[in-house]
């Protein structure tokens, strides 16, 4: 478990790599750790194995770690050559890595150098804490996340041409959704709803690293004054047409088919392994009807509107798992796939 709230440290710095902890034990006390903190630097068994104080230690202790330790060049050498060359007797692992150039590799180097391995302890809490690296890796996408505020009668927002949106979302659950944004990789609005809420798309309200922007502007209709297009950060446009435009990126799809298997192949070359869908009603419910989402967060507002744009409807909600959160005057329901 201490390898998992180590891990944790490493939420907002390691990805694309997986977040991993270690601890080092010697006679039944805790004589080093560390965590993967961010991509291109030392892995969580480099860290742990450096707080050592006394290296001759090693050699009778028990490394644990959170994920299998990798077995290829990379940005780094190798974690098993290291435990192997530091002569540690006994590895104890959460998970295998999914990864095809580790996928077992580490492990089988551990145990050709004489290394007790044991694997699989805590190992569904140890692939939870890499959810998003995980789904990269077994299908080929990236974790996906659905997020909306509804009112009392179903509705997100009402009809409109300009003006401000509907406000569902409290003080409080404004600041979760920034803190949701800084967890996600990337961000996805449609055509509406950059055009009449000009969102920023950034994180404000809390602390971490500014996710890609991405709209669906099929014909390059969005004015370039919007917040999207402010530099501030990346833009991405999805779009039929073969042009390029100021402060911000295209991608090129094809909207005679779904758009949204294409999208998703571009995010995996771009190594994106986690999307927040924020709106609206319309991509939302495509995300939904294609199968395209791993949890969704529906914030509950007692307000009645009457009238407007319909919440979107998840297929089967009773096949995934739901519990709720209360957040003052709002709630949560939270959804997970199955």
Same mark, same amino acid.
């Given at each position: 478990m201490r390898c998992i709230q180590l891990a944790q440290n490493g939420k907002l710095g390691a990805a694309p790599n997986p977040m991993v902890g270690a601890v080092v034990v010697c006679d039944g006390r805790i004589i080093g750790e560390g965590y993967h903190a961010k991509c291109g630097e030392a892995h969580a068994e480099v860290n742990a194995i450096n707080s050592v104080k006394d290296e001759s230690l090693l050699h009778r202790s028990t490394l644990y770690v959170s994920l299998e330790p990798c077995a290829h060049y990379g940005k780094t050498p190798p974690c098993a050559? /290291?435990?192997?060359?530091?002569?540690i007797p006994k590895v104890v692992?959460?998970?295998q890595d999914p990864f095809s150039k580790v996928a077992g590799k580490g492990i089988e180097i551990l145990k050709q150098a004489g290394c007790e391995v044991v694997v699989g302890v805590l190992e569904k809490a140890c692939q939870d804490l890499n959810k998003a690296f995980f789904t990269v890796q077994l299908k080929h996408r990236p974790f996906i996340t659905l997020k909306w505020a509804q009112s009392a009668d179903g509705f997100m927002d009402v009809e409109r041409n300009d003006g401000e949106p509907v406000k569902l979302s409290s003080p409080l659950t404004q600041l979760i959704a920034h803190k949701r944004r800084a967890e996600h990789q990337a961000i996805i609005v449609g055509t509406q709803t950059a055009r009449l809420d000009n969102p920023s798309l950034n994180v404000r309200d809390w602390c971490g690293p500014q996710p890609l922007r991405i709209v669906i502007d099929?014909?390059?209709? /969005?004015?370039r004054h919007l917040h999207l297009f402010d530099g501030s950060q990346p833009t991405l446009v999805v779009t039929e047409k073969n042009e390029t435009i100021a402060g911000a990126m295209t991608?090129?799809?094809?909207?005679?088919?779904?758009?949204l298997p294409q999208l998703m192949e571009e995010l995996q070359r771009r190594n994106i392994q986690s999307l927040l869908v924020e709106g609206g009603s319309k991509l939302l419910q495509s995300f939904i009807d294609e199968?395209?989402?791993?949890?969704?967060?529906?914030?509950?507002?007692?307000q009645v509107l009457g009238h407007g744009i319909l919440s979107p409807s998840l297929?089967?909600?009773?096949?995934?798992?739901?519990?709720?959160?209360?957040?003052?005057?709002?709630?949560h329901i939270f959804y997970n796939f199955v």
């Amino acid at each position: 478990m201490r390898c998992i709230q180590l891990a944790q440290n490493g939420k907002l710095g390691a990805a694309p790599n997986p977040m991993v902890g270690a601890v080092v034990v010697c006679d039944g006390r805790i004589i080093g750790e560390g965590y993967h903190a961010k991509c291109g630097e030392a892995h969580a068994e480099v860290n742990a194995i450096n707080s050592v104080k006394d290296e001759s230690l090693l050699h009778r202790s028990t490394l644990y770690v959170s994920l299998e330790p990798c077995a290829h060049y990379g940005k780094t050498p190798p974690c098993a050559k /290291l435990i192997v060359s530091k002569g540690i007797p006994k590895v104890v692992i959460g998970c295998q890595d999914p990864f095809s150039k580790v996928a077992g590799k580490g492990i089988e180097i551990l145990k050709q150098a004489g290394c007790e391995v044991v694997v699989g302890v805590l190992e569904k809490a140890c692939q939870d804490l890499n959810k998003a690296f995980f789904t990269v890796q077994l299908k080929h996408r990236p974790f996906i996340t659905l997020k909306w505020a509804q009112s009392a009668d179903g509705f997100m927002d009402v009809e409109r041409n300009d003006g401000e949106p509907v406000k569902l979302s409290s003080p409080l659950t404004q600041l979760i959704a920034h803190k949701r944004r800084a967890e996600h990789q990337a961000i996805i609005v449609g055509t509406q709803t950059a055009r009449l809420d000009n969102p920023s798309l950034n994180v404000r309200d809390w602390c971490g690293p500014q996710p890609l922007r991405i709209v669906i502007d099929k014909d390059l209709t /969005l004015p370039r004054h919007l917040h999207l297009f402010d530099g501030s950060q990346p833009t991405l446009v999805v779009t039929e047409k073969n042009e390029t435009i100021a402060g911000a990126m295209t991608l090129q799809v094809d909207f005679n088919q779904s758009i949204l298997p294409q999208l998703m192949e571009e995010l995996q070359r771009r190594n994106i392994q986690s999307l927040l869908v924020e709106g609206g009603s319309k991509l939302l419910q495509s995300f939904i009807d294609e199968g395209l989402w791993d949890e969704a967060y529906v914030e509950h507002c007692p307000q009645v509107l009457g009238h407007g744009i319909l919440s979107p409807s998840l297929i089967n909600p009773k096949k995934s798992f739901k519990k709720s959160l209360i957040m003052g005057r709002n709630y949560h329901i939270f959804y997970n796939f199955v």
